[in-house]
């Protein structure tokens, strides 16, 4: 992972999980029921900043591996930053790096973000365990479908690899990785509320023989503050379908 990839990286992920997260039980859960395994993903890089004070919300869940041990998931979304903050220049640099090719022929820079008002949103995502295959490959929401995603981490692959950060993400092994998730509205701009018109989680296909377990959306006060309420699609007691555990926009 590069040196300066996102606010957070792999190691503090870890740091926080394992304190916000301890009591949970780990090892296996029956299907359905309430326990959720603990997310303690293995660092693999320095901690450069653990702060839980930009977090907007957390999803957590159970999915099963391929010999049938649960494994506790969990996605960290953070508060997204502007264009043109120093602090989003870390996020900007690997955004370029990981999805500069663009889509359709039109490269991503630095320049073109500024000039559609882009924020970056920092996407955490962990597992209780490493290189454990799940029993099938979890669809990921990481964002709008409109925008690009870039993400770094293992067991993770783009379902458009001709396009990868324009495609979605395939999540097929348990691992940690960190998204940054671009949002564009124009200028004016630009619009730090847009990341509520996106979607966010896990699912599975219906005809998988797998399920999404014990799902559980936390929003904090920032999310709150930020009116996802007044939003479709935002109620955290909707977001388990039992393939799924997603929250967000459901206007369209």
Excluded at 197 to 220: H, N, R
Excluded at 228 to 241: E, F, I, L, N, Y
């Amino acid at each position: 992972m590069a040196p300066g990839l996102a606010r957070i990286s792999l190691a503090a992920v870890g740091m926080v999980l394992v304190s916000t997260l301890v009591a949970c039980a780990s090892g296996t859960a029956a299907p359905g029921s309430g326990a959720t395994t603990t997310p303690v993903p293995t660092p693999t890089a320095t901690a450069t900043q653990a702060s839980t004070a930009d977090v907007l919300f957390t999803i957590t869940a159970n999915v099963r591996s391929k010999d049938g041990t649960t494994i506790g998931i969990q996605l960290t979304a953070h508060e997204p930053i502007a264009y043109s903050k120093a602090e989003s220049k870390p996020l900007i640099t690997d955004f370029v790096k990981a999805c500069g090719a663009g889509l359709a022929g039109t490269p991503v820079t630095a320049d073109t973000l500024s000039a559609n008002g882009a924020i970056l949103m920092q996407i955490d995502l962990a597992s209780s365990v490493h290189d454990q295959p799940f029993a099938y490959p979890l669809d990921l929401f990481l964002g709008s479908p409109y925008f690009g995603q870039a993400v770094t981490g293992k067991g993770i692959s783009p379902l458009d690899t001709a396009n990868n950060c324009f495609g979605g993400y395939s999540w097929d092994s348990a691992g940690s990785a960190i998204v940054v998730a671009d949002f564009e509205s124009g200028n004016p701009g630009p619009d730090l509320g847009s990341w509520r018109y996106a979607s966010y989680g896990f699912s599975v296909p219906f005809d998988s023989g797998t399920t999404i377990e014990a799902c559980k959306v936390t929003l904090t006060d920032k999310a709150t503050a930020a009116n996802v309420s007044t939003v479709d699609g935002w109620d955290p007691s909707q977001a388990a379908s039992g393939t799924s555990c997603v929250i967000g926009y459901a206007g369209e």
